[in-house]
């Protein structure tokens, strides 16, 4: 048990390396939340997966900031003496908002294991110390482009490429990828941008030997998803329609899908996450860690939680230098075998450099427990 002192919200500005277009808008910069929570014992970080539009759900940085400020942070500070994993209850009275209430729940939980010396990966349940990376290719102008950047992701040693598609760019573009690419594990997401009505064109894409097709339909949906994993060969794999280890079950009960994407953020925490992969691993089916453009921090966790025996996929988790030339961290690099190591120090066993982390701080807000 611990008490928190204080919390400081920043938000933070990084150009990323080349804009990263998905079906639902393109980004040129990550711009997110970090929170730095202040312990009796230590301090701890963490990132808030959010991004500036509310494009991949309901969250977006001002609105997150606002949450964090005026309703999650006083509700820890009025709970006293608290422990990371008890904060769901504590902030049980707020309806939603997964990524906000993970942030300031990951940034006290770092902080309890640094503490006490602990390595997040292991306090989780890790049982390896490197994980395999995939990347993830968002949907550049021309089919050329694409054939580049994935020609040079898989030369680098990416065990997994997924392509990002939408309506009218998704077929030829796959195929294209394939021809060029045999035998390479290849996978599709549309960050929902479908419907039933689009099944010819999944069927289509069942001639590709895809690893899977994440999220074809309705960001909420879950009966869809059963009729259509009903008509393709290609494993479904949903992302946003599971939001928790509830949904998961669901899904895999109706059929909706054959794999899960687990992203901390997206389900309300690391003990929310590690409950996804529980519930998946008991039904035998195969999880991988889900990226948000994460900088070293969010980075991090996701390597922890990807070290857990469930995640058998290759995670959206490249290197640093996929996303920035100078990430806020020390940058994190892929062996040319493709994978990575967990960091083993307490906590997510990075901190921010503070100079990089001064660099690019748009604005900080310090709140104290009275
Ligand atoms: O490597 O972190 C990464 C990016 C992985 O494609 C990726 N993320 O829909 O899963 C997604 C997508 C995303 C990125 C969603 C940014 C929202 C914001």
Redesign the pocket.
């Known amino acids: 048990m611990t008490v928190v002192r204080a919390i400081e919200l920043r938000l933070i500005t990084l150009p990323l390396v080349r804009p ?1 277009r ?1 079906s639902f808008g393109q ?1 040129t910069e990550k711009t997110c939340i970090l929170v730095r929570a202040e312990t009796d014992d230590a301090e701890g970080w963490a990132e808030c997966v959010a ?1 500036p539009d509310p494009g ?1 759900s309901e969250e977006f940085n001002e609105g997150a900031w606002l949450l964090l400020r005026d309703f999650l942070a006083p509700a820890l500070f009025e709970a006293g003496e608290v422990r990371a994993q008890d904060l769901g209850d504590v902030f049980a009275f707020v309806r939603g908002n997964p990524m906000a209430k993970a942030t300031l729940m990951n940034a006290v939980l770092d902080a309890e294991l640094r503490a006490g010396g602990q390595a997040l990966a292991a306090y989780l349940g890790a049982d390896k110390d490197r994980v395999e990376c995939g ?2 290719v968002g949907i550049p102008p021309s089919t050329e482009q694409l054939l580049e950047q994935v020609g040079g992701y898989l030369a680098e040693g990416y065990r997994r490429v ?1 392509l ?1 598609i939408r309506p009218g760019l998704d077929v030829d573009r796959v195929a294209a990828v394939r021809e060029a690419n045999p035998a390479a594990g290849l996978s599709v ?1 549309a ?1 929902a941008a479908y419907s039933l009505d689009d099944v010819e064109t999944f069927r289509a894409l069942d001639r590709f030997d895809l690893l899977m097709v994440e999220q074809p339909l309705h960001h909420d949906d879950l009966v869809q998803h059963a009729k259509l994993q009903r008509e393709i060969r290609t494993d479904v794999c949903l ?1 946003e329609s599971i939001r928790s280890a509830a949904h998961a079950d669901a899904a895999i009960e109706l059929g909706s899908c054959r794999i899960v994407n687990v992203k901390q953020g997206r389900v309300g925490g690391l003990p929310e996450a590690k409950r996804v992969h529980d519930a998946c691993l008991a039904r035998g089916v195969p999880v991988w860690c ?5 900088t070293g921090i969010g980075r991090a966790t996701n390597l922890a939680l990807a070290a857990l025996p469930g995640f058998v996929l290759p995670g ?1 988790i ?1 290197a640093s230098g996929r996303y920035f030339h100078d990430d806020i961290t020390e940058p994190f690099h892929m062996d040319p075998d493709g994978t990575m190591a967990v960091p083993a120090g307490p906590g997510i066993g990075v901190e921010p450099r503070p100079d990089r982390l001064a660099g690019c701080t748009l604005r900080t807000e310090v709140l104290k427990k009275q």
Request: aromatic fraction near 10%.
């Open positions: 990263f998905t980004e991004g991949f990347v993830s997924k990002k997401d960050n992302d889900g990226g948000m453009l994460e959206d490249s």
